[in-house]
């Protein structure tokens, strides 16, 4: 089924960029401001001119704290928060009664999705001279089992034996560069590195069509030994509702069988895997040379695109669960336009801790609303009504984003702007060890 408020949203999605690098220049302005002290009401400044804007403006930005910033940082960092765990929900707990300490009039938006999870992953590599090398799935620095494996989220179930091969981005041109090398991947076990335009789910389809059984992929420019985990899933929002929003009494759902459904969802398996894991395979292939373009960060002793002689030898089982997640906004009303909204915005889970993502930009959110909070007891409210909005499972495809739009849809002709504050901070990773 198109879907034009589907499209819509990866519009917005490419907007997002901008709006990031605006909101940085704004975050970066406004902690340039001493902190006055906020905490009580008492010591407000006194005001001689209450309904001048730019006394609001000034005071607005005179409260900028990154202590408290910090503060919200931490505590929204104690715990992984996987959407549909129980760490998501004290999450969403959290900041839902950091909205209503403030004063907001808080809403928060249960429903159910379809989200998965790993429960058993294994991958071998037979290697033509050294015999059998069980490979580490996990990651280092994982905390006990609270912390998810490295997973695809919404791969099929699959356990499969083939023999590894190199393919670059996994796009159509490399598979064609492949075929001139005389390489043919049907049978094989793909390596491909994330980038070159592709998403996760494309690389995995593409792999699919050539003929491939299993595809894994890994990361460059974060450590050696990071893995990043994501969704394979085509398209965003709950899979089981697309286009409308699947509120928990009552939500009409599609089946997980129905072609609808099925046609998001890749055929075969795939796991992401550190670099260090990657080059341990692709240091063993036989066969032509790695094009001079494809090696990125690759260890120079990586010679060889396969296939083979090493097989990989690889399970993936996991479960698919409906789930609830939870949507909570903050809405502070407008005076002269009330029925014209401006969100500002951030989803809330997180693969494990997400100190970056997406924390420093809900940390910066909480801010956001500890400051208008207390500009409302000095009198001010906006012009438009503003709505601040923590989004839950945008990991697995945006569902909550998507759903907030699905369930707003009949007010998205009053909607003014939105500002997604995915990532406020990024840290600054170099190549190379450590
Ligand atoms: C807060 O920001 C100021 C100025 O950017 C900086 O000097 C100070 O060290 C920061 N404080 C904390 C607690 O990070
Ligand atoms: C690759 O091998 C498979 C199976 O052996 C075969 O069916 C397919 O036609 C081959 N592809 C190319 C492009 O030669
Ligand atoms: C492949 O891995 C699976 C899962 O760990 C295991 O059950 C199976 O015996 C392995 N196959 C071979 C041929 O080693």
């Known amino acids: 089924?198109?879907?034009?408020?589907?499209?819509?949203?990866?519009?917005?999605?490419?907007?997002?960029?901008?709006?990031?690098?605006?909101?940085?220049?704004?975050?970066?302005?406004?902690?340039?401001?001493?902190?006055?002290?906020p905490s009580t009401e008492t010591q407000n400044p006194i005001n001689p001119n209450p309904q001048s804007k730019c006394h609001f403006h000034d005071t607005y930005l005179s409260l900028a704290s990154n202590y408290t910033v910090s503060h919200y940082l931490r505590s929204l960092t104690l715990h992984p928060h996987l959407a549909g765990t129980t760490g998501a929900h004290q999450t969403a707990q959290y900041v839902k009664t950091h909205f209503q300490n403030q004063g907001l009039d808080t809403k928060v938006v249960e429903y159910s999705v379809l989200l998965s999870y790993p429960t058993y992953l294994s991958l071998t590599a037979h290697f033509s001279d050294l015999g059998t090398q069980e490979i580490e799935c996990s990651e280092l620095g994982q905390v006990g089992s609270r912390v998810v494996r490295p997973y695809h989220a919404y791969s099929p179930p699959g356990s499969v034996?083939?023999?590894?091969?190199?393919?670059?981005?996994?796009?159509?041109?490399?598979?064609?560069?492949?075929?001139?090398?005389?390489?043919?991947?049907?049978?094989?076990?793909?390596?491909?590195?994330?980038?070159?335009?592709?998403?996760?789910?494309?690389?995995?389809?593409?792999?699919?069509?050539e003929g491939a059984v299993a595809v894994l992929t890994?990361?460059?420019?974060?450590?050696?030994?990071?893995?990043?985990?994501?969704?394979?899933?085509?398209?965003?929002?709950?899979?089981?509702?697309?286009?409308?929003?699947?509120?928990?009494?009552?939500?009409?759902?599609?089946?997980?069988?129905?072609?609808?459904v099925m046609e998001r969802f890749p055929l075969i398996s795939s796991m992401p895997?550190?670099?260090?894991?990657?080059?341990?395979?692709?240091?063993?292939?036989?066969?032509?040379?790695?094009?001079?373009?494809?090696?990125?960060?690759?260890?120079?002793?990586?010679?060889?695109?396969?296939?083979?002689?090493?097989?990989?030898?690889?399970?993936?089982?996991g479960e698919e669960k409906i789930s609830i997640v939870r949507d909570i906004f903050a809405v502070i009303r407008g005076t002269e336009e009330p029925d014209r909204y401006i969100l500002l915005g951030n989803h809330r889970d997180a693969w494990t801790y997400g100190a970056v993502d997406p924390n420093s930009g809900t940390s910066v959110l909480l801010d956001v609303a500890r400051r208008f909070a207390f500009l409302r007891r000095l009198g001010w409210s906006p012009r438009r009504t503003i709505i601040l909005c923590s989004w839950d499972?945008?990991?697995?495809?945006?569902?909550?984003?998507?759903?907030?739009l699905e369930f707003l849809g009949f007010l998205k002709s009053f909607f003014i702007g939105c500002l997604h504050h995915h990532l406020i901070l990024r840290v600054e990773r170099t190549a190379g060890t450590n």
Not at 19 to 24: E, S, T, V
Not at 190 to 203: F, I, L, Q
Not at 229 to 250: C, F, H, I, N, Q
């Open 1 to 37: 089924m198109a879907n034009p408020l589907q499209s819509r949203i990866t519009k917005l999605s490419t907007v997002t960029i901008s709006f990031i690098i605006l909101l940085c220049i704004l975050g970066f302005y406004t902690t340039h401001y001493t902190f006055t002290q």
């Open 161 to 209: 034996m083939g023999m590894a091969v190199f393919v670059n981005y996994g796009r159509g041109e490399d598979y064609r560069a492949l075929g001139a090398l005389g390489v043919n991947v049907s049978g094989c076990v793909v390596v491909a590195r994330r980038g070159g335009g592709m998403s996760r789910g494309g690389v995995v389809r593409r792999a699919a069509s």
């Open 218 to 260: 890994y990361t460059e420019g974060v450590s050696v030994k990071g893995v990043e985990r994501g969704t394979v899933m085509k398209g965003l929002g709950d899979p089981l509702s697309p286009g409308w929003a699947s509120v928990v009494e009552g939500g009409e759902r599609l089946e997980r069988g129905d072609d609808e």
């Open 273 to 317: 895997i550190s670099i260090e894991t990657a080059e341990v395979i692709l240091r063993s292939l036989e066969g032509p040379q790695v094009p001079q373009e494809w090696r990125g960060t690759l260890n120079p002793k990586v010679g060889r695109v396969g296939p083979g002689p090493t097989v990989l030898n690889f399970t993936y089982q």
């Open 393 to 404: 499972a945008e990991e697995f495809g945006m569902v909550g984003n998507v759903f907030f």
